[in-house]
């Protein structure tokens, strides 16, 4: 089995500056990807960023970029310039393969940005 | 917009009724996935198709039955509810080749009242 652990269920960060969710993993099998989505309070999921367990850079995305520790099985996110548009719940997910199909996803994380 | 549309956004019903939920996504994707979003629980995954084959039935009570007529459509039909099963339904869709995997894109939900 496959699981995901988000420990911040709440984070805060004023307009402007720079915030680090974190979020760990678990899984048996060598190839995977992780992924953090967002939730804004319209309940879409949007991805934020991916990053695939085969490649040691991390992958970045304008402000939202990812600090994967493949051995240690972290992946967080860090938010640069953050904006008030950027308040939602993040998740942290998982695929891995095996012809399963799952995405498994963490319990969230609350970001508010203070004006 | 993501391409994956679920209908109806909202729905109310009683414990006795019959009520069906439907997913739509016309991006090419060969897998569709049943997601239950509760206030106090994490992403939840019911269910998961992969070419219209059920590939995960994560111990899901029957009074959820999920149909898959296509690669394309993704039904969740719902009956003798309980109030417990009030939540937010997510659909979603992704696909796996030989290249690799791709993120899961969401519907925007359907918010669903066991009364």
């Known amino acids: 089995a496959q699981t995901v652990t988000q420990s911040q269920p709440e984070m805060s960060v004023q307009e402007a500056e720079t915030v680090t969710l974190s979020c760990t993993y678990d899984?048996?099998?060598?190839?995977?990807?992780l992924f953090w989505y967002k939730q804004p309070p319209s309940r879409q999921m949007i991805l934020v960023i991916r990053?695939?367990?085969?490649?040691?850079q991390n992958a970045t995305e304008n402000r939202f970029s990812v600090n994967f520790q493949k051995a240690a099985k972290s992946f967080s996110l860090k938010i640069s310039d953050s904006q008030l548009g950027d308040a939602a719940m993040y998740f942290c997910?998982?695929?891995?393969?095996?012809?399963?199909?799952?995405?498994?996803f963490g319990k969230g994380t609350k970001l508010s940005v203070i004006p | 917009e993501t391409g994956v549309t679920q209908t109806p956004r909202h729905l109310v019903m009683g414990m006795t009724n019959k009520k069906s939920l439907k997913c739509e996504q016309h991006?090419?994707?060969?897998?569709m996935y049943w997601y239950k979003q509760s206030a106090k629980k994490p992403l939840e995954l019911m269910f998961v198709?992969?070419?219209?084959?059920?590939?995960e039935n994560n111990s899901v009570p029957s009074r959820f039955s999920p149909e898959c007529p296509n690669s394309s459509h993704l039904f969740l039909h719902l009956h003798t509810l309980q109030p417990e099963d009030s939540a937010l339904y997510l659909c979603?869709?992704?696909?796996?080749?030989?290249?690799?995997?791709?993120?899961?894109?969401f519907g925007q939900g359907t918010r669903l009242t066991v009364v």
């Open positions: 899984t048996s099998e060598s190839d995977y990807y």
């Open positions: 979603a869709s992704s696909r796996l080749s030989g290249q690799g995997y791709t993120e899961a894109f």
């Open positions: 997910a998982l695929y891995s393969g095996a012809g399963s199909y799952q995405l498994t």
């Open positions: 990053q695939e367990a085969y490649k040691q």
């Open positions: 198709y992969n070419f219209k084959e059920q590939t």
């Open positions: 991006l090419g994707h060969n897998a």
